[in-house]
């Protein structure tokens, strides 16, 4: 199939179509209250006879995690482990506990965290003494209380995970079938996604070693369904398993599934693909149908092959249709597992942050419901080539699971994750049908003769790998619309508990993306890349596109460019706002309509990747719009307070014509926000483009143009800035200038601002910077290189906002420094047109001698940390380098490039910050601990425009993230932030003597 076809329909569809469609397709399929009949006793025994303390329901009642305590533990529990120094681990301990409201009192919620940590420690462990009783943090002392919670976030971590090793895990896993026979157990090898190659070899090794064990134990006559199987993630098999990697991914993690494929059959396992997020489904269904390929050509008489499918995705009916075709081409037979969804919270975020048009998974709880049981269905209709696993601890589903599947008579199993769902099992284990389920008695009992077989999910690892899965089960479960959740709330009723979700909800529960900023200013439209078709539009336009040649200015032309544009500015500036805002606004809403158009343009004029290219027009829309509404807001005139008899007003009015100067690097977003602050505020412009993307810049003319904006208020002049620029800079009726560059190019115009006669002119500066990242040792590794890489080295570095420097704890930095290694070893380096592609050249061959010589200084300098690259001045391509430093103070320059400076620190983090604070540059700075307060304590501390904490710290959004810096990163205001457009008005009050003319008629009134 070719790179941009697409198996499945769009993921994102109005999700009240989709629920119709799933609601018909389950009319007279299923009998709600029969199976909540069943459903019912259940819940009440599991009420009555409630789970041990350390299972998820107890935990979620005595800790829930909207409160304080759940909170904190959670935080704990994802974090106190990885932290290898004690005074860091004591500070997120004293953090964390002390998160919640404890005024003094010896019965705090912090004494009673400190008690519940240790008495939690004490339940595990009874009979262990080694802690004292009771008392507060500081009566017990820090390292008693960090102790403590070390050890109870250690024993939770044991009740999630089955084992440490394979073998542990089988040990118990025995232990268990021998109190319940009908026990299967799929393994899961615990672990993060892999960055690095060494992470992919290291993961696909526990695989490797799983398999073995588990076959070994495995019995080789009976169906492979009743054999216990293994789970693997292909995310922690490729370092870079993403659909823009698809050639590669198909060519490099094929073969190493297929080679575990090929264990598993020979040893009669069954072995499933877990469903990860919805970006990587159309990539997984296509390693999934090449390894079925196999498997029908190498092992056809092997049925343990198969995957998960997640019902809270709107495509899941589809998908399920589209896997059991793949099936029924192949001559296989696959097990799959049905799950609603394990990362739903993230998918709306994705969803919101890319402006994508719907959600694509359902934002009714009782809709994905819907969906598991529609996918249901269709997988128990597929039984001639499917062995569907229902996975769920819901005692409603499983209800009706157990109706749909008696009438189908397929043979299926029910799964459940462990330390979880135990009470409910239970009961249902003791269930036989008796015609309660809404059939009739005489039915056939479930497959296997009564016992309906239960499988297990299993993480197998060390605790500290184990955490991050953990804290995903207590966010999911912790929900309040969670199943495990409400059945541990003993305020919800059984009808609420049990309550049919077989019915429409007619709206979504959250805004849809587009509706983010409310009805005042609809967010700019994205595209999802990783969806073939859309990526087939964009190469469409790839092809359609060319850059045409923009006429340079001369700059003995100014004088009368001037003249125009004041005369413009006159009638211009008496444009009512309202009509000005209007004209931006349709310029925003063509400016997405040519969205593929543009991005064409901006990777073949400005060697921008796709994403950043999609990114910059999307930023470039909010700038249009956020100032139309802006200017609305602000240019309203003020009627201000005063003495009575008299009247005052204060009015914004326009300065008259502005330069608008911008960079090569946002060739379209910077141009488009400082020329659309300027008109809407009523002032004329002059833009001047960066030299290297006129075609860019003269495109964003023609949409104003088109859009209202009169022709000489808004005149483009190319050029080169020494002459074009300069003189638009020293024409001496200009009445502002507003400029993103260099430091060293803003002092130049600053300069010759003052140097002119005539009116002080504004200039707005927005300048570079040595951008840092702060790192302290609770963070954790896989977050900090994810934002490093994409801080350091997306759009080849060649953003202001880039990660320059990275300032990493000595007790974690050999570790963080190997994967940021290893992670810019992974990425691609080449021509931006392609879609694997992520870094693209540096722009001219100016900045590329630049790079070159500030290269050579740091090898002499500086530790390289990566292989040094060939550099071929033809393409301008500089893979990402990354080097060690002593200090901070040895990072003396920006290079604008993929060039990363790290430094470790280590004792006061405030000191590194002050370090920080001493370059000289405010722009932007990262963050990366969970230590909430100190995370606060020095974004307070730090003298930088822009913080970023626990992300990357690129790709502010207008409106949400104004960006801007201070000290030698420019003088502010803030791009896409409330108080930019005021520097772009004058102001005037007027004062009125109303009782001039005949005395006060109000006050005598
Ligand atoms: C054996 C097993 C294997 C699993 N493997 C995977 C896997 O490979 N991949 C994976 O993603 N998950 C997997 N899961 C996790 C599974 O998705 C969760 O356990 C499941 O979300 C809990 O479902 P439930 O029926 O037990 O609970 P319920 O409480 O009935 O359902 C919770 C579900 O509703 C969703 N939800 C919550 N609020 C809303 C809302 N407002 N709108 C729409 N939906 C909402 C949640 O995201 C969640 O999916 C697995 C689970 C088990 C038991």
Known sequence: MPATAQRLPSPYRPET??????????????????????????????????????????????????????????????????????????????????????????????????????????????????????????????????????????????????????GEAMHEAAAARRRQPNLRFSYDMLGEGARTAPDAERYLQHYRQGIAAIGANADPAQPVQA???????????????????????????????????????????????????????????????????????????????????????????????????????????LMCRLVKGAYWDAEIKRAQELGLPHYPVFTHKHHTDVSYLACARALLEAKDVIYPQFATHNAGTIAAILQMARRNGAPFELQRLHGMGEGVYREVSRYSPSGQDGLPPTQPPPPGGGAIPVRVYAPVGVHRDLLAYLVRRLLENGANSSFVHQLADESVGLDELLESPLHLAPEPSLPLPPDLYGAERRNSAGVDLTVPSLRATLEEALAQTTVPAIALADPAQVPAAVDRSLAAGEGWSRVPVAERAAALRRAADAMEADLPRLCALLVKEGFKAWGDSVAEVREAVDFLRYYALQAERLLQPVTLPGPTGESNELRLTARGAWVCISPWNFPLAIFTGQVAAALVTGNSVLAKPAEQTPAVAAEAVRLLHAAGVPRDALQLLHGPGETVGAALVAEPRIAGVVFTGSTQVAKVIQRALAAKDGPIVPLIAETGGINAMLVDSTALPEQVVDAVVQSAFRSAGQRCSALRLLCVHEAIADGVIAMVQGAARELVTGDPAEWRT??????????FANLQRHLQRLQREAKPLLPPSEFDPRTRMVPPQAFEVTAVDQVKHEIFGPVLHIARWRGDPQATIHAINRIGYGLTLGIQTRIDSRAEALAREARIGNVYVNRNMIGAVVGVQPFGGEGMSGTGPKAGGPHYLTRFCAEQTVTVNTAAAGGNVALLA
């Not at 059959?265 to 997020?277: C, K, M, Y």
């Not at 992520?838 to 900045?847: F, K, L, N, T």
């Open 227 to 333: 054999n216990d199987g293994i789970s693997i993630k292909l995310s922690a098999l490729h370092p870079r398993y993403e659909a823009l990697q698809r050639e590669r991914v198909l060519e490099e993690l094929v073969p190493r599934v297929w080679s575990l494929c090929r264990m598993a059959a020979d040893a009669n396992v069954n072995l499933t693909i877990d469903a990860e997020e919805v970006d990587r489904l159309e990539l997984s269904l296509e390693v999934f149908e090449a390894l079925a390929e196999r498997v029908g050509r190498e092992t056809p008489q092997w049925q343990g092959f198969g995957l998960a499918l997640q019902s809270y995705q709107t495509r899941a009916l589809e998908l399920i249709a589209h896997v059991a075709e793949i099936a029924r081409r192949h001559r296989i037979r």
């Open 17 to 166: 179509e989709v629920v119709s469609r799933r609601l018909q397709f389950l009319q007279g399929a299923l009998d709600w209250a029969a199976a909540a009949q069943v459903a019912s006793p259940w819940v009440r025994a599991v009420r009555r006879h409630p789970p041990p303390f350390w299972a998820m329901e107890s935990l979620l009642k005595e800790y829930p995690i909207s409160s304080a305590e759940g909170l904190a533990l959670m935080r704990l529990a994802e974090a106190l482990l990885r932290v290898p120094d004690a005074e860091t681990a004591i500070a997120l301990t004293a953090d964390q506990l002390s998160r919640a409201d404890f005024e003094g009192s010896a019965d705090s919620a912090l004494a009673r965290l400190s008690h519940s940590a240790i008495a939690l420690s004490k339940r595990f462990l009874p009979g262990d003494g080694a802690q004292p009783e009771g008392g507060l943090f500081a009566r017990l002392g820090a390292r008693t209380v960090v102790g403590a919670t070390l050890r109870a976030v250690q024993l939770l971590g044991r009740q999630f995970v089955l084992g440490q090793t394979i």
């Open 838 to 847: 992520d870094v693209g050249p540096v722009i001219d061959d100016e900045a």
